[in-house]
T-cell receptor, first 117, second 112 residues
Framework: EAGVAQSPRYKIIEKRQSVAFWCNPI?????LYWYQQILGQGPKLLIQ????????DSQLPKDRFSAERLKGVDSTLKIQPAKLEDSAVYLC???????????????FGPGTRLTVL | AQSVTQPDIHITVSEGASLELRCNYS??????LFWYVQSPGQGLQLLLK??????LVQGIKGFEAEFKRSQSSFNLRKPSVHWSDAAEYFC??????????FGTGTRLQVFP
């Protein structure tokens, strides 16, 4: 079974430029997550989708970050314009459909390392 | 609010020595608890999880963890560390939703 795919693996941009990351979850996984992992910290949830709807985006800086999952499969996370403090690893994860308070394991992709100069 | 504390930022052990990584959590009820491992350039891999039942849980790669409600702890252990265990280890907690709250991680270095 293929895992969570992410691209690109590395990206270097200058501040004020825009950037986009792509994630393809495990086939059949309805729930998709984007995390931001700043160096020296644990991952922090940015946004959670269930199918193509947003479940939780409370930690997403909406003035510069946006994410979509139009067909309920793959997803794109965009930053525009980027700031120095956005340098981090962006992790995508997926899990089976959440229901009834039952926890479903999240499977993580390899991440995209973003450097903002 | 849920939170996780990993008091040790960096631990160094010799190969073959035993290992214990500490994790303390804050949550009002019995949480779901997890340990993940992250090797350089890799995503997070689940080592083990605790949902309920036996407080000593076994995971992959010879790891185990013990849930102690009275101490709000979920420490990770391994009796004999291998050089390939060098990585970053994250403890995480989830409540009655899917939202994972991670600790800041412990970097494990293994000397031959």
């Amino acid at each position: 079974e293929a895992g969570v795919a992410q691209s690109p693996r590395y990206k270097i941009i200058e501040k004020r430029q825009s950037v986009a990351f792509w994630c393809n979850p495990i086939s059949g996984h309805a729930t998709l997550y984007w995390y931001q992992q700043i160096l020296g910290q644990g991952p922090k949830l940015l946004i959670q989708f269930q199918n193509n709807g947003v479940v939780d985006d409370s930690q997403l800086p909406k003035d510069r970050f946006s994410a979509e999952r139009l067909k309920g499969v793959d997803s794109t996370l965009k930053i525009q314009p980027a700031k120095l403090e956005d340098s981090a690893v962006y992790l995508c994860a997926s899990s089976q459909l959440s229901s009834g308070g039952i926890y479903n394991e999240q499977f993580f992709g390899p991440g995209t390392r973003l450097t903002v100069l | 609010a849920q939170s996780v504390t990993q008091p040790d930022i960096h631990i160094t052990v010799s190969e073959g020595a035993s290992l214990e990584l500490r994790c303390n959590y804050s949550y009002g009820a019995t949480p779901y608890l997890f340990w993940y491992v992250q090797s350089p350039g890799q995503g997070l891999q689940l080592l083990l999880k605790y949902f309920s039942g036996d407080t000593l849980v076994q995971g992959i790669k010879g790891f185990e963890a013990e849930f102690k409600r009275s101490q709000s702890s979920f420490n990770l252990r391994k009796p004999s560390v291998h050089w390939s265990d060098a990585a970053e280890y994250f403890c995480a907690v989830a409540g009655n939703t899917d939202k994972l709250i991670f600790g800041t991680g412990t970097r494990l270095q293994v000397f031959p």
